[in-house]
């Protein structure tokens, strides 16, 4: 593989450790200035890596944890979830397929701002993303069946969302209200001019009874 200059260049398959994916990928990330424009790239596929993203939100690769968050920063810079329901890891020249256990990130903290319809709930996420719930990046609430728990999460980017670390989901179950939507009473919050339904009043009080 060749880059625009010519050079010959080592490809994300063909790494055999971490360094060699960090050479890549900062030429293609960028390093410290933010997510690359992964959405307007279309490479070929070249194959699945050993890397995994845990349901904790650690990374592994070649079945080692990777300890070094500057690395997992800039990897997560240039991932994207395509249509397929796959998770990528994509560069200018080349598109390789991860392993996601549940989301690709954490959101760790929160903040909230204003109070009403003028509520806004801001989230950062252990990559470091700060994004604040709205239109453009959704809440949605997914039932546990496996724990009769609560899953919640926020699109951080594309098709790539956050799941809300428990400590941080009951500190926004604390901003809950009953508010009627379509003739339904729904325990929600609000954020962004928006309304997201956690669960109905009925099942909650059934719950908390």
């Not at 063909?14 to 490479?43: C, D, H, M």
């Not at 760790?108 to 453009?136: C, H, K, L, Y």
């Not at 799941?163 to 003739?183: F, K, N, Q, T, W």
């Not at 956690?198 to 009874?209: F, N, Q, T």
Request: one cysteine or more; proline letters at 6%; charged letters at 25%.
């Amino acid at each position: 593989m060749t880059d625009h200059s010519g050079q010959s260049e080592q490809s994300l398959t063909g790494a055999t450790e971490a360094r060699g994916l960090e050479a890549l990928i900062s030429r293609a990330a960028r390093a410290g200035k933010g997510p690359a424009p992964v959405e307007r790239w279309n490479p070929d596929f070249c194959g699945d890596l050993d890397m995994e993203i845990k349901a904790d939100g650690t990374w592994f690769y070649l079945g080692t944890p990777i300890g070094r968050m500057p690395l997992v920063q800039l990897f997560s810079s240039v991932l994207r979830k395509d249509a397929d329901g796959r998770t990528y890891l994509v560069t200018p020249v080349e598109r390789v397929g991860i392993r996601v256990a549940d989301a690709p990130f954490i959101a760790v903290e929160m903040n909230v701002s204003g109070t009403g319809d003028g509520q806004v709930i801001t989230f950062r996420t252990n990559v470091g993303d700060v994004v604040a719930a709205g239109p453009s990046h959704p809440l949605r609430f997914v039932d546990e069946d496996a724990t009769g728990g609560l899953k919640p999460y926020v699109l951080v980017r594309g098709r790539l969302e956050a799941l809300v670390a428990r400590p941080v989901m009951y500190e926004l179950v604390e901003y809950g209200e009953e508010i009627d939507i379509d003739g339904k009473a729904m325990f929600a919050v609000r954020s962004g001019g928006e309304v997201y339904p956690i669960m109905p009043v009925e099942k909650l009080e059934r719950l908390s009874a």
